[in-house]
């Protein structure tokens, strides 16, 4: 299995961008997907999370609102649109694909792109 995330950069404060991920070797239409971050010298954490049919979505209080998931299963890609970005969203981000409980049930992992909002 491999998850390529890819849109990473540098951008302003309010800015946007938008992640992509690719995934192969799995079945990706069974899968729910979801997004994670690693800021620097912190704990990952959850950002956003989306069903394997693509009508349920949950996220992060920090990026409700300013952030959508969204997935392609034609393409077996994920994406996430971050808008109104602020200096605390820079972090490494990492999608991942997963069959067990929202948020946390994620059994596959991606490399990850960087990600950083200048003030």
């Known amino acids: 299995v491999q998850l390529q995330a890819s849109g990473g950069g540098l951008v302003q404060a309010g800015g946007s961008l938008r992640l992509s991920c690719a995934a192969s070797?799995?079945?990706?239409?069974?899968?729910?997907m979801g997004w994670y971050r690693r800021a620097p010298g912190k704990e990952r954490e959850f950002v956003a999370t989306?069903?394997?049919?693509?009508?349920?979505?949950d996220y992060a209080d920090s990026v409700k609102g300013r952030f959508t998931i969204s997935r392609d299963n034609a393409k077996n890609t994920v994406y996430l649109q971050m808008d109104s970005l602020k200096p605390e969203d820079t972090a490494v981000y990492y999608c991942?694909?997963?069959?067990?409980?929202?948020?946390?049930?994620?059994?596959?992992w991606g490399k990850g792109t960087l990600v950083t909002v200048s003030s």
């Open positions: 989306l069903s394997a049919n693509g009508r349920s979505t």
């Open positions: 991942a694909a997963g069959t067990g409980p929202p948020r946390y049930g994620m059994d596959y």
């Open positions: 070797g799995l079945t990706f239409g069974i899968y729910r």
